[in-house]
């Protein structure tokens, strides 16, 4: 069936570090993609999408590319800071039949000055 | 603006009691969801929500009721029969498949 796997935390990095968090798929089809975040006792909030392949979804220095071949969503930033510590999620939109989306367990982040 | 809205943001349970969450928006979304999220861990959906008078369970339904009677509201009660309840719940609302969800900022219950 649809699945997410996304990379384990915790991350740990320091301040103007390159960061990677690894998110692939699995689906029937061409779902749109979702990265969210999550600060310290809030909600999720959007961080970026993609709905078609090869689109490049970009907020705050994040980015994160549509790969339709690796079925991927691998969200980047060149320089980390501090204030990037939180949970993120990635979800892409599998769930047709309920129209909801399917999040990945979550990466914490925590960047070190 | 328009947003979701939730409340409160912490309730406290009390064993066999069920509570009320309140979840509100004012994007004139149709479909409504609430998930519960436990410590160090994802999302799991617990009812949804696609047009107004209806709703379907979600994958961990048990424990739980909600209704949808106005399109901007989808309240859920955490009943006694719910035997792990404390934990962050967080409701969203989405208009289609290929769009985002918003999410409120949640609330966090614990039982004492």
């Known amino acids: 069936g649809n699945s997410v796997t996304q990379m384990e935390g915790p991350v740990t ?11 692939t798929y699995t689906a029937t089809g061409y779902p749109s993609l979702f990265w969210y975040v999550q600060y310290p006792g809030e909600g999720l909030q959007l961080l970026l999408k993609a ?12 980015e994160a590319t549509y790969r339709k071949e690796t079925t991927s969503f691998h969200l980047e930033k060149g320089s980390v800071q501090v204030s990037d510590s939180a949970v993120y999620f990635c ?5 047709t039949g309920r129209r909801a989306l399917t999040f990945g367990s979550g990466t914490r982040l925590q960047v070190q000055p | 603006d328009g947003g979701i809205t939730q409340s409160p943001k912490y ?4 064993e ?17 969801y ?6 160090g861990q994802g999302l ?19 424990g739980y009721s909600v209704s949808r009677e106005k399109k901007e509201s989808f309240p859920l009660t955490v009943t006694s029969a719910q035997k792990n309840p404390t934990a962050f719940y967080l409701c969203a609302s989405r208009v289609g498949m290929n769009t985002e969800a918003f999410f409120g900022q949640g609330t966090r219950l614990t039982v004492v």
């Open chain 1, 13 to 23: 990095l320091s301040e103007e570090a390159f960061l990677t968090i690894n998110c």
């Open chain 1, 51 to 62: 709905t078609k392949a090869d689109d490049k979804g970009s907020n705050k220095g994040f």
């Open chain 1, 91 to 95: 979800a892409p939109s599998l769930d």
């Open chain 2, 11 to 14: 309730l406290f349970r009390k």
């Open chain 2, 16 to 32: 066999g009691q069920n509570v009320t969450l309140s979840c509100e928006q004012n994007l004139n979304h149709d479909a409504m």
């Open chain 2, 34 to 39: 609430w998930y519960r999220q436990d410590p």
């Open chain 2, 44 to 62: 799991r959906l617990i009812y949804y929500s696609q047009i107004v008078n209806d709703f379907q369970k979600g994958d961990i339904a048990e």
